[in-house]
């Protein structure tokens, strides 16, 4: 079962992994979501212990949105200690959402220095 994450979990979950994570990006109204969902859980069950996967819900968490530049929903962001690896927009076919975490997990130990990083200032606009 994929999780739904906070903010409060992101550190912990995401950022303090040591395994590849995927996190989709949601909204309630949003029916390419609810399209996708059963295939992200697909994925989630088929992946085991090799990575993680997580759903953010953007009308409760919109700075982890804005954060990772989210802009339509559904997003999928796979990172490697909380760094970018890859990302995804739109309704995405399930084998490659599967591929762009089992590919960032075949970097092993190398996953993070392969990734982008993401570091935004969030002051300024609340």
């Not at 997003?75 to 760094?83: H, I, P, R």
Request: with cysteine.
């Amino acid at each position: 079962m994929v999780k739904e994450i906070s903010s409060e979990d992101w550190d912990m979950m995401v950022e303090g992994a040591e395994v590849p994570v995927l996190v989709e990006f949601v909204t309630s109204t949003c029916p390419t979501c609810a399209t996708m969902a059963p295939a992200v859980e697909r994925i989630a069950d088929g992946l085991g212990d090799k990575s993680k996967v997580y759903r953010v819900n953007v009308e409760r968490e919109q700075t982890l949105a804005m954060r990772y530049g989210v802009q339509g929903v559904p997003t999928f962001v796979v990172l490697c200690k909380g760094n970018v690896v890859s990302t995804q927009v739109g309704e995405v076919y399930p084998a490659l959402l599967e591929r762009m975490v089992t590919e960032a997990g075949e970097f092993g130990g190398q996953c993070a220095s392969k990734a982008t990083k993401v570091s935004f200032e969030m002051t300024g606009y609340f």
